[in-house]
């Protein structure tokens, strides 16, 4: 492909750009929001690729169909909505026999319970590589759908939990023994937890915008960023790193699905942060401020520098 | 695999059967109806695979991009509803062009428009093979779902337009010319007409069953026969076959996306008949009737015999 996936994507919104009245927020967005009846509904889906998401060798179904149905539950969740239902298509090679797929089936059950949504539906096809793609619906309250368009400059940039533990977890899987902490960071990979009640409460104290880190801080941040028309600027040494990560996997590993998000004021960001870790035992990190314009990271020693969102150290874009 | 794809699909949902009261048709007909709010949600899924649906040297991606949605509208209408959003989950190859995405994205906003359904929001990935899945959800008026599970001994069973002329069209469409009747068989392959209107027609004529033939008369007849629990008798004579079409192609052929259902008695299809001509310009044909249990069909001669489901002669699994 010749272009980045943004790029990509912008072209396509382009071409669809004919929504009517009925659609609250369209393609662009960690979900869409449409008008349904009385209510607002909220719609996302995600494919998960053989050889691209995941290896059969390396994952097992079960926690497959899991990460399957947890990575939609984060995008519903980061529009401060509740999950409801979800649907599958599901492609299968001719290397998966049906014991396979029932542990897979059975992984989206535990999810699903989990996070209390019914899977209601789905189809099979064959293939030449597995994929699983799932949408998933939720219910917002009219109007309270949180975008990433909200953040003003002077808001504090918050994130849920600690960043890098996925990517740290998929360096450190084919190693023959793990330290605690790798194998925390390897189970992060394989069974991500979606942030939903953490959304809610974060919801309730006013976040200006919020998306999910699935494709690493730096790249998530700066949609964020382009979105809300601000720049922003990072305290590396502030951003919650998972012990087994490094420091340009905090910054630019994919698929934590921890929460990133914008809070007005300090206050707001300290009952925020008390509440999450009374309710949830998880924490919230301050890591910098909205700006009017500019991506700017600043290290230890105060020096500033441009944030990379492209390039080696920069997040995860699936046509890189 | 080792499985037929009912017998799979079967077993799947015995691991998902864990749905609650706010799910009104869950996995097994050609839509899930769930409570949404104060009203019923419609939610169906499909799947088209490079080398198992199409193949990018036959197929332009704008009737590609039509036929994803198309395909997704007709489960939809096929449940006596009104389609309203879709979401897209794509996965592209390296052999892609941004060109070509941006046709398929035509493609399925011009699909769209035809039906009055918003394209909502989607997701990108790389994979080794081209795969567009397609979610898409309707509206339906609370308790006037039509099922699969409805028909009753004694009904008529009724077929609108004709079938065999999308298989027809697969198999002539790497001639070098083609007849009219051709031409039309293949317009039928690569951009599929979805029956929303005359669903809504067959659904206020108080249709018991219905169900889109997406995957040959013979075994979706078989598949609406064991959801409701009886058998049928089809006239093979009577079944309209597209001019294009072999009778075989007529029974079994896959992807023709006309409505399959069964109405009350004779005096019924005669207005239903009147109602979708006057309307749409669209024939119905009385095919057979429900019975109590076997799928027989009788030829010309008045010969009865066994309806295969399965082997050479029945509809597409996509595992065989």
Not at 69 to 92: E, K, Q
Not at 216 to 235: K, N, P, Q, V
Request: hydrophobic content about 40%; some cysteine; aromatic content about 4%.
């Amino acid at each position: 492909m010749d272009v980045t996936e943004d790029q990509l994507l912008a072209t396509i919104h382009r071409v669809l750009s004919g929504a009517g009245p009925e659609v609250i927020v369209g393609p662009g967005d960690d979900a869409a929001v449409v008008r349904s009846g009385s209510g607002e509904l909220v719609m996302t889906t995600d494919a998960m690729v053989e050889g691209v998401h995941f290896r059969t060798d390396l994952t097992t179904p079960r926690d497959l169909g899991y990460k399957a149905i947890a990575v939609n539950v984060s995008d519903v969740a980061a529009m401060g909505a509740s999950p409801r239902f979800a649907v599958c298509a599901l492609t299968l090679s001719s290397a998966i026999d049906a014991a396979w797929v029932v542990e897979l089936a059975g992984g989206m059950r535990e999810c699903c319970e989990e996070f209390a949504l019914s899977l209601v539906g789905g189809n099979l096809s064959a293939g030449g590589e597995v994929s699983i793609v799932v949408t998933v619906t939720g219910e917002v309250v009219p109007g309270r759908a949180v975008r990433r368009n909200g953040a003003r400059p002077g808001d504090r940039l918050v994130v849920t939990g600690s960043l890098g533990g996925s990517a740290a977890g998929l360096r450190v899987a084919s190693q023959r023994s793990w330290s605690d902490d790798e194998r925390d960071a390897i189970r992060r990979f394989m069974r991500p937890t979606p942030r939903v009640g953490e959304a809610g409460v974060l919801a309730s104290h006013g976040v200006t915008s919020m998306i999910d880190v699935s494709d690493g801080l730096a790249l998530d941040l700066s949609r964020l960023c382009r979105a809300s028309g601000t720049g922003a600027r990072i305290e590396l040494a502030r951003i919650p790193r998972h012990p087994a990560a490094t420091p340009a996997e905090a910054l630019a590993g994919g698929e934590d699905y921890e929460l990133l998000a914008t809070l007005p004021d300090l206050e707001t960001f300290e009952d925020a942060r008390s509440e999450l870790r009374n309710a949830f035992g998880v924490s919230l990190g301050d890591i910098g401020a909205i700006i009017d314009e500019g991506l700017v990271a600043v290290d230890e020693n105060g020096t500033e520098r441009p944030l990379m969102t492209e390039g080696a150290n920069a997040g995860w874009d699936h046509f890189r």
